[in-house]
């Protein structure tokens, strides 16, 4: 199995603020690496594909980048309702496995 | 408009088997590229890929669970069911279907709500 592994587990950040969130795989993936937000009790929310590719309705403040192994997601000037948490998958091989999880907190 | 939606009991004894059915709408599970995937999460836990079946019958499991998982689609009636058997306490859980819409290269673009699956005895 391929691992993710995300960084910060925890970030506590203020509206208005630039934050980065960093996930790392045991191995290639290329760009096959998806973001996802996910809010209590909701299902995950699609933001990000192919590393880079910003989903059609999210926000432009969100963005992503990496290939290979190391991936970022950031969000560039933070909104209330982006106080969630953020997760990565990668799906350039079965089974197809998700970070951690990153809670974004409000500082 | 893409929907999908999980369905199944609440709570389940150990060793007990559980039948989870995901019924959708908005897409075709016979169209090429197509896919659903379930995913489940533990309260307060991440995200754990389970399995994925294709629109040509590819099956795709967890290594760590393949020998407790089947799934399988009904083309007709929009639906793909995923078995898990000798459930425990552990496998307590938020259980998700989602669509993946063009094979290998695509994420889980749309997601149902979730059911909640509770093992107690």
């Known amino acids: 199995d391929i691992q993710m592994t995300q960084s910060p587990s925890t970030l506590s950040a203020s509206v208005g603020d630039r934050v980065t969130i960093t996930c790392r795989a045991s191995q290639s993936i290329s760009n096959w690496l998806a973001w996802y937000q996910q809010k209590p009790g909701k299902a995950p929310n699609l933001l990000i594909y192919?590393?880079?590719s910003l989903e059609s309705g999210v926000p432009s403040r969100f963005s992503g980048s990496g290939s290979g192994t190391e991936f970022t997601l950031t969000i560039s000037s933070l909104q209330p309702d982006d106080f969630a948490t953020y997760y990565c998958?990668?799906?350039?091989?079965?089974?197809?496995?998700f970070g951690q999880g990153t809670k974004l907190e409000i500082k | 408009q893409i929907t999908l939606k999980e369905s199944g009991p609440t709570l389940v004894k150990p060793t007990q088997t559980l039948t989870l059915t995901c019924t959708f709408s908005?897409?075709?599970?016979?169209?090429?590229?197509?896919?659903v995937g379930w995913i489940r999460q533990p309260p307060g836990k991440a995200l754990e890929w389970l399995a994925l079946i294709y629109w040509d019958d590819d099956k795709r499991y967890s290594p760590s669970l393949k020998s407790r998982l089947t799934i399988t689609k009904d083309t007709s009636k929009n639906q793909v069911v995923l078995i898990m058997t000798n459930m425990d306490p552990v496998d307590t859980a938020t259980y998700y279907c989602?669509?993946?819409?063009?094979?290998?290269?695509?994420?889980?673009?749309?997601w149902g709500q979730g059911t909640l699956v509770t093992v107690s005895s």
């Open positions: 998958q990668q799906y350039n091989s079965y089974p197809n496995t």
């Open positions: 192919k590393a880079s």
């Open positions: 908005g897409f075709s599970l016979s169209s090429s590229g197509v896919g």
């Open positions: 989602a669509h993946k819409s063009s094979g290998f290269s695509a994420p889980y673009k749309n």
